[in-house]
Protein backbone atom coordinates (compact mmCIF):
# COMPACT_ATOMS: atom_id res chain seq x y z
CA UNK A 1 0.00 0.00 0.00
CA UNK A 2 2.88 2.37 0.70
CA UNK A 3 4.50 1.81 -2.44
CA UNK A 4 0.90 2.63 -4.41
CA UNK A 5 0.86 5.85 -2.37
CA UNK A 6 4.69 7.04 -3.59
CA UNK A 7 3.82 5.93 -6.97
CA UNK A 8 0.72 8.39 -7.02
CA UNK A 9 3.17 11.49 -6.34
CA UNK A 10 5.44 10.55 -9.18
CA UNK A 11 2.88 10.12 -11.72
CA UNK A 12 0.89 13.08 -10.81
CA UNK A 13 4.31 15.31 -11.41
CA UNK A 14 4.47 14.35 -14.89
CA UNK A 15 0.97 15.87 -15.23
CA UNK A 16 2.05 19.56 -14.32
CA UNK A 17 2.77 21.44 -17.53
CA UNK A 18 0.46 21.00 -20.00
CA UNK A 19 0.45 21.56 -23.43
CA UNK A 20 -2.44 22.83 -26.39
CA UNK A 21 -1.19 22.20 -29.89
CA UNK A 22 -3.46 23.63 -33.39
CA UNK A 23 -2.95 22.58 -37.07
CA UNK A 24 -4.03 23.79 -39.94
CA UNK A 25 -6.32 20.15 -40.40
CA UNK A 26 -7.88 21.52 -36.73
CA UNK A 27 -10.09 24.25 -38.41
CA UNK A 28 -12.09 24.83 -41.42
CA UNK A 29 -9.85 27.12 -43.77
CA UNK A 30 -6.18 28.33 -43.59
CA UNK A 31 -7.60 30.88 -42.99
CA UNK A 32 -9.51 30.53 -39.84
CA UNK A 33 -6.16 29.25 -38.47
CA UNK A 34 -4.07 32.23 -39.39
CA UNK A 35 -6.58 34.50 -37.68
CA UNK A 36 -6.82 31.83 -34.43
CA UNK A 37 -2.96 32.47 -34.70
CA UNK A 38 -3.19 36.54 -34.86
CA UNK A 39 -5.81 36.46 -31.95
CA UNK A 40 -4.12 34.00 -29.38
CA UNK A 41 -0.26 34.94 -30.24
CA UNK A 42 -1.12 39.04 -29.89
CA UNK A 43 1.56 40.54 -27.57
CA UNK A 44 3.36 37.37 -26.97
CA UNK A 45 7.00 36.22 -26.81
CA UNK A 46 6.62 33.49 -29.65
CA UNK A 47 9.77 30.76 -30.38
CA UNK A 48 9.75 30.64 -34.09
CA UNK A 49 10.51 27.19 -35.19
CA UNK A 50 11.34 27.02 -39.32
CA UNK A 51 11.77 24.17 -41.82
CA UNK A 52 14.87 24.19 -41.85
CA UNK A 53 14.93 23.89 -37.40
CA UNK A 54 16.41 27.37 -36.95
CA UNK A 55 14.59 28.94 -34.07
CA UNK A 56 13.87 32.60 -33.27
CA UNK A 57 12.31 34.75 -30.56
CA UNK A 58 10.22 37.74 -31.34
CA UNK A 59 7.59 39.61 -29.07
CA UNK A 60 4.49 39.44 -31.37
CA UNK A 61 4.12 38.44 -35.41
CA UNK A 62 1.24 38.14 -37.15
CA UNK A 63 0.40 36.51 -40.60
CA UNK A 64 -0.68 38.50 -43.57
CA UNK A 65 -1.78 36.80 -46.98
CA UNK A 66 0.80 34.14 -46.18
CA UNK A 67 3.44 35.90 -44.58
CA UNK A 68 4.54 36.14 -41.43
CA UNK A 69 5.87 39.18 -40.27
CA UNK A 70 7.97 38.99 -37.16
CA UNK A 71 7.80 41.99 -34.26
CA UNK A 72 10.12 42.84 -31.64
CA UNK A 73 8.95 45.71 -28.27
CA UNK A 74 11.59 48.36 -28.29
CA UNK A 75 12.34 50.88 -25.60
CA UNK A 76 13.12 54.57 -26.45
CA UNK A 77 13.84 57.53 -24.15
CA UNK A 78 11.89 60.58 -24.99
CA UNK A 79 12.70 64.22 -23.17
CA UNK A 80 9.49 66.37 -23.21
CA UNK A 81 8.71 69.95 -22.19
CA UNK A 82 5.07 71.00 -20.96
CA UNK A 83 3.28 73.72 -19.40
CA UNK A 84 3.14 73.70 -15.64
CA UNK A 85 -0.54 74.71 -16.29
CA UNK A 86 -1.26 71.93 -18.39
CA UNK A 87 -0.77 69.45 -15.74
CA UNK A 88 -3.45 68.35 -12.80
CA UNK A 89 -1.12 66.62 -10.77
CA UNK A 90 2.63 64.79 -9.96
CA UNK A 91 2.73 62.17 -7.73
CA UNK A 92 6.32 61.54 -6.76
CA UNK A 93 7.78 58.67 -5.77
CA UNK A 94 8.43 58.45 -2.24
CA UNK A 95 11.12 60.82 -1.01
CA UNK A 96 12.18 61.12 -4.97
CA UNK A 97 11.71 63.90 -6.23
CA UNK A 98 13.09 63.65 -9.70
CA UNK A 99 10.62 60.73 -10.33
CA UNK A 100 7.10 59.89 -10.77
CA UNK A 101 3.88 60.37 -12.19
CA UNK A 102 2.19 63.10 -14.19
CA UNK A 103 -1.17 63.20 -15.04
CA UNK A 104 -1.64 65.82 -17.42
CA UNK A 105 -5.22 67.85 -17.72
CA UNK A 106 -6.39 66.38 -20.64
CA UNK A 107 -6.14 62.86 -19.82
CA UNK A 108 -2.60 62.07 -20.63
CA UNK A 109 -0.27 60.05 -18.37
CA UNK A 110 3.59 59.90 -17.78
CA UNK A 111 5.93 57.99 -15.76
CA UNK A 112 8.69 60.57 -15.74
CA UNK A 113 12.50 60.45 -14.93
CA UNK A 114 13.98 63.76 -14.05
CA UNK A 115 11.86 66.10 -12.97
CA UNK A 116 12.46 69.10 -13.13
CA UNK A 117 10.27 72.01 -12.94
CA UNK A 118 11.23 75.62 -13.87
CA UNK A 119 9.30 78.80 -14.02
CA UNK A 120 6.33 77.99 -15.38
CA UNK A 121 7.19 74.87 -17.31
CA UNK A 122 8.19 70.75 -16.80
CA UNK A 123 10.98 68.73 -18.33
CA UNK A 124 11.11 64.92 -17.49
CA UNK A 125 12.21 62.36 -19.92
CA UNK A 126 10.21 59.03 -20.37
CA UNK A 127 10.04 55.62 -21.89
CA UNK A 128 8.28 54.69 -25.24
CA UNK A 129 7.33 51.26 -26.04
CA UNK A 130 7.72 50.92 -29.41
CA UNK A 131 6.89 47.91 -32.12
CA UNK A 132 9.71 47.32 -34.55
CA UNK A 133 8.89 44.92 -37.39
CA UNK A 134 12.51 42.72 -37.76
CA UNK A 135 11.52 40.47 -40.82
CA UNK A 136 9.04 38.91 -42.84
CA UNK A 137 8.97 35.41 -43.36
CA UNK A 138 7.10 33.14 -46.49
CA UNK A 139 4.58 31.00 -43.77
CA UNK A 140 5.86 28.03 -46.07
CA UNK A 141 9.29 28.03 -44.23
CA UNK A 142 7.78 27.68 -41.28
CA UNK A 143 6.97 24.41 -39.22
CA UNK A 144 5.46 25.91 -36.08
CA UNK A 145 5.29 28.38 -34.00
CA UNK A 146 4.82 28.36 -29.72
CA UNK A 147 4.11 30.61 -27.12
CA UNK A 148 3.84 30.11 -23.08
CA UNK A 149 0.84 31.26 -20.88
CA UNK A 150 2.03 30.99 -17.17
CA UNK A 151 -1.55 31.46 -15.59
CA UNK A 152 -2.93 29.11 -17.55
CA UNK A 153 -0.19 26.71 -16.37
CA UNK A 154 -1.74 27.10 -12.58
CA UNK A 155 -4.50 24.16 -13.35
CA UNK A 156 -2.36 22.33 -14.84
CA UNK A 157 -0.21 22.30 -11.38
CA UNK A 158 -3.22 22.50 -8.91
CA UNK A 159 -4.79 19.21 -10.11
CA UNK A 160 -1.83 17.27 -9.76
CA UNK A 161 -0.76 19.23 -7.05
CA UNK A 162 -3.71 17.97 -5.10
CA UNK A 163 -3.16 14.43 -5.97
CA UNK A 164 0.43 14.83 -5.27
CA UNK A 165 -0.17 16.29 -1.94
CA UNK A 166 -3.45 13.52 -1.21
CA UNK A 167 -0.46 10.58 -1.75
CA UNK A 168 2.22 12.21 -0.09
CA UNK A 169 -0.38 12.77 3.14
CA UNK A 170 -1.57 9.37 2.91
CA UNK A 171 2.18 8.51 3.10
CA UNK A 172 3.09 10.43 5.66
CA UNK A 173 0.28 9.13 8.15
CA UNK A 174 1.02 5.27 7.36
CA UNK A 175 5.00 6.26 8.82
CA UNK A 176 3.46 8.07 12.34
CA UNK A 177 3.22 4.83 15.10
CA UNK A 178 -0.23 3.07 15.36
CA UNK A 179 0.00 4.08 19.41
CA UNK A 180 0.19 7.92 18.52
CA UNK A 181 -2.92 10.35 18.54
CA UNK A 182 -5.26 9.72 14.89
CA UNK A 183 -5.40 13.40 14.84
CA UNK A 184 -1.38 13.19 13.56
CA UNK A 185 -2.63 11.38 10.59
CA UNK A 186 -5.18 13.38 10.12
CA UNK A 187 -3.54 16.48 9.78
CA UNK A 188 -1.08 14.27 7.95
CA UNK A 189 -4.29 13.77 4.94
CA UNK A 190 -5.13 17.09 5.67
CA UNK A 191 -2.31 19.40 5.02
CA UNK A 192 -0.71 17.26 2.32
CA UNK A 193 -3.25 18.72 -0.41
CA UNK A 194 -2.94 21.86 0.63
CA UNK A 195 0.69 22.35 0.70
CA UNK A 196 0.33 19.98 -2.78
CA UNK A 197 -2.11 22.68 -4.37
CA UNK A 198 0.38 25.33 -3.26
CA UNK A 199 3.95 23.90 -4.65
CA UNK A 200 1.67 22.44 -7.75
CA UNK A 201 0.33 26.01 -8.35
CA UNK A 202 3.30 27.86 -8.48
CA UNK A 203 5.66 25.03 -10.39
CA UNK A 204 2.62 25.12 -13.00
CA UNK A 205 2.77 29.10 -13.11
CA UNK A 206 6.29 29.00 -13.62
CA UNK A 207 6.57 26.37 -16.37
CA UNK A 208 3.18 27.69 -18.04
CA UNK A 209 1.14 26.07 -20.37
CA UNK A 210 2.57 26.06 -23.48
CA UNK A 211 0.32 26.63 -27.55
CA UNK A 212 1.87 25.12 -30.66
CA UNK A 213 0.49 26.12 -33.90
CA UNK A 214 2.02 23.61 -36.50
CA UNK A 215 1.59 25.16 -39.53
CA UNK A 216 4.26 22.54 -42.16
CA UNK A 217 4.05 19.73 -39.74
Known sequence: MKIFYLLIPVFSLLLIGCSSTYKVTDFPSKAKFYADFNKSASNKTLKIKLSSDSSYTYSGAEIVNDTLYCINNENEIINKIILLSDIKEIKYSGSNFTKGSILLKDGESFEADEININNDTVSFSYINSIN???????????????YKNHWMGIPGGLIPGFICGLGG??????????????????????????????????????????????FNP
Open 132 to 146: ILNCSISINRVKEIS
Open 169 to 214: GFLIGDTIPTDRAHLDKYLAIVYGPILGVIIGSVWGWLNGRIYTYK
